[in-house]
């Protein structure tokens, strides 16, 4: 979002923090849907969804996970994401009448029912409680169930952890004559190993794994847009407490990172992981 934006929204009165989150959630749903359905098709087949199963697909987003699911055509399909702004985009995109869509908290989701698969795209790397968000998966996953998920990263440790990042936003705040000192859970994270190992804790067997280094190339700079700022937004606004200065600071930042990026920094690890409850 660039500061003249921002002005122009701030003088209509308009909430910069929702407006930011539904538009990085419109442009992800759009660029999703070119860039990555069939991969993800092609990953949801080693579930094997058969037309009687009902699917959870936790933090769903604004749907476009959810189509994908359909396309096994399930039984039904129930959506759940954190935000009410993602949830009302899937509720207006998808009108698929065996899809309904939820808002709820993933670490501590509670249901009044077990699902035969369940879903979780591009989540896992995003939650601060990853142990409670595979409990419940655990308690919602029926007996023999099958769930299919993917961890980017961890991207918060990734991105703010980094040290060139940290040093350009001290930078962009001395400008500005501000100081700025990272939270310290932007820091928390689990590797692989320790994710395996909680995977397994939650007795879950690991039918099948992928991992591959995750690089971010030109042409998916976008992408790696929008993963910045659901990531940095949040931690750039507890610091200084002011949407203007976030949205300066956040542009001048990210373009420095892009152009570091270009080079083609490797991002964490993208691991995909196939689990059955036993």
């Known amino acids: 979002m660039e500061i003249d934006e921002v002005t122009e929204l701030t003088a209509k009165g308009v909430s910069l923090t929702d407006y930011t989150h539904e538009r990085v959630a419109r442009g992800y749903m759009s660029d999703r849907r070119e860039s990555s359905k069939k991969n993800v098709i092609k990953n949801l087949r080693r579930l094997s969804i058969s037309s009687e199963d009902v699917v959870l697909d936790l933090g769903c987003g604004g749907g476009w996970s959810t189509e994908c699911i359909l396309t096994f055509n399930p039984s039904r399909v129930v959506g759940v994401d954190h935000s009410e702004v ?20 993933i670490g501590s989701l509670v249901l009044d029912q077990e699902f035969d698969k369940i879903v979780s795209v591009d989540v896992f790397h995003h939650l601060d409680d990853v142990a409670g968000a595979l409990e419940s998966v655990y308690n919602l996953l029926r007996r023999d169930g099958k769930c299919y998920l993917n961890w980017l990263g961890p991207f918060r440790k990734d991105v703010v952890e980094d040290k060139y990042f940290q040093l350009i936003v ?5 400008k500005r004559g501000r100081d700025f000192k990272f939270p310290e859970y932007c820091t928390e994270g689990f590797t692989r190993k320790e994710l395996k190992e909680i995977m397994q804790e939650k007795s879950f067997k690991i039918s099948h794994s992928k991992v591959a280094p995750k690089k971010v190339k030109g042409e998916d700079l976008k992408d790696y847009h929008m993963e910045f700022w659901r990531e940095a937004h949040p931690v750039l606004m507890e610091g200084f407490q002011d949407e203007k200065v976030v949205c300066e600071i956040g542009n ?27």
Do not use: C, H, N, P
């Open 252 to 278: 001048s930042v990210y373009r420095k990172v892009a152009k570091f990026i270009r080079r083609g920094r490797t991002l964490g690890f993208d691991s995909q992981y196939w689990l059955e409850k036993v």
């Open 170 to 174: 001290r930078e962009e705040a001395r």
């Open 86 to 105: 993602m949830v009302g985009i899937a509720q207006e995109d998808i009108k698929d009448g065996r899809a309904e869509f939820i808002q709820g908290d």
